[in-house]
Every structure is written in C-alpha cells, then in structure tokens.
T-cell receptor, first 115, second 109 residues
Framework: NAGVTQTPKFRVLKTGQSMTLLCAQD?????MYWYRQDPGMGLRLIHY???????AKGEVPDGYNVSRLKKQNFLLGLESAAPSQTSVYFC??????????????FGPGTRLTVL | RKEVEQDPGPFNVPEGATVAFNCTYS??????FFWYRQDCRKEPKLLMS???SGNEDGRFTAQLNRASQYISLLIRDSKLSDSATYLC??????????FGKGTSLLVTP
C-alpha cells in the first residue's frame, strides 16, 4: 500500500494563477481532509469529506474549492492564487469507523509558493 | 483564544533526561485527545491517544486532566531520535481535529 500520496510535491505559482492539488489514498478510507501548515500557526483545516460525493468547510476555506468524485481521491483547487496561500498543504485520511477519532494518516505534503 | 494551546519551546534536553509537555484546551466538551509527532519538513504521525485513566507506551506516558482541561506527554530516557515537534490534538465533536501549534524538542548528546 502506498498509503496517502500527494501530487505535486512542490509548485511555484504567480498571483492569479489556478491549480489543483491531488490527494489519493489506497486504504479505502471514508474520511479525507485538507490542511495547511504555516510557521507559527500550526495545522489548520481547509475542507474535509466524510464520503464520496460529500465535502464540508473547515476553519479556513476561503479561496479554496474541493471535490471528492471518487472515494480514493480528494482534490483541492485554488481558483486565483494569492501570496497568502503560500504554505505547506497536507492531505489526510481516516478509516471513519469511529468518526474523526480514528488515526489520521497524512500524505507527505505539497510545498506551494505564490509569487 | 486559540482552542488548543501549547508552549512552542524549544525544549533542549540531554540524552537520558525526562521531559514533559503540557497542552491546554478551551472547550470543556472536548471528547478525544491525541499526541502526534512531526519531524522537520515531514508529515505528522500519530504518537499515541490519550485516555482518561492515563496511558503508557514504552517511554511515553500521556495523561488527561479534564477538570483543569489539559493533557500532558512525558518522555523518559530521551533519545536523540525523539527530537521532533509534538502536536497536541483535540476533537470536540463531529469530524474535525483541532491541532495545537506544536512543542519543539531537541535532544542533545
């Protein structure tokens, strides 16, 4: 099992450009999450999904959209990138049998810089 | 006030020392508690869950104090490989985890 994978690992964008981050998991997990991590801020939840076809907003959803068309994939879109979205983005998944209390398995992260 | 607060450190300790971190949470209805470990430029990984009665996993002991709304992590006989950032995680209800900003530990020879 590859676990949770993220594509791409690094990306540099110019202000106003758009991009999609892909998260894939091969553990048949129900729940998937997108976080951002900034220095001194800790991990903050952007959006999450409790099953195929469902999404919900987290703590910092503005400027992002998500889709979960297939159970194994969770996409994070930046419609018009801003320098404030420079961050490390982590995807995570959990089995979902016990809600959010199951162990979260994280991907290796995507380092995004917006110039 | 942030929902989960941690002392950022860094805590610099010699090998073999015992070190303890605390984490406070603001929501008295919080239900579940965890410690995650994050190495530099890597993803977080679950270290241990925290149970009301306290629990131990080798050199690591986690405690929960609901009355004072804090959890603690004790590391005995510190190893160089314990150097990392330790993240306190609290779940209130539903599906979202609340992460603390992390406490940095550096174990020196």
């Amino acid at each position: 099992n590859a676990g949770v994978t993220q594509t791409p690992k690094f990306r540099v964008l110019k202000t106003g450009q758009s991009m999609t981050l892909l998260c894939a998991q091969d553990m048949n997990h129900e729940y998937m999450y997108w976080y951002r991590q900034d220095p001194g801020m800790g991990l903050r939840l952007i959006h999450y999904s409790v099953g195929e076809g469902t999404t919900a907003k987290g703590e910092v959803p503005d400027g992002y959209n998500v889709s979960r068309l297939k159970k194994q994939n969770f996409l994070l879109g930046l419609e018009s990138a801003a320098p404030s979205q420079t961050s490390v983005y982590f995807c995570a998944s959990t089995e979902g049998l016990n809600g959010a209390t199951d162990t979260q398995y994280f991907g290796p992260g995507t380092r995004l810089t917006v110039l | 006030r942030k929902e989960v607060e941690q002392d950022p450190g860094p805590f610099n300790v010699p090998e073999g020392a015992t070190v303890a971190f605390n984490c406070t949470y603001s929501n008295s209805a919080s239900q579940s508690f965890f410690w995650y470990r994050q190495d530099c430029r890597k993803e977080p990984k679950l270290l241990m869950s925290v149970y009301s009665s306290g629990n131990e996993d080798g050199r690591f002991t986690a405690q929960l104090n609901r009355a004072s709304q804090y959890i603690s992590l004790l590391i005995r006989d510190s190893k160089l490989s314990d150097s990392a950032t330790y993240l306190c995680v609290v779940i209130n209800s539903g599906y979202a985890l609340n992460f603390g900003k992390g406490t940095s530990l550096l174990v020196t020879p």
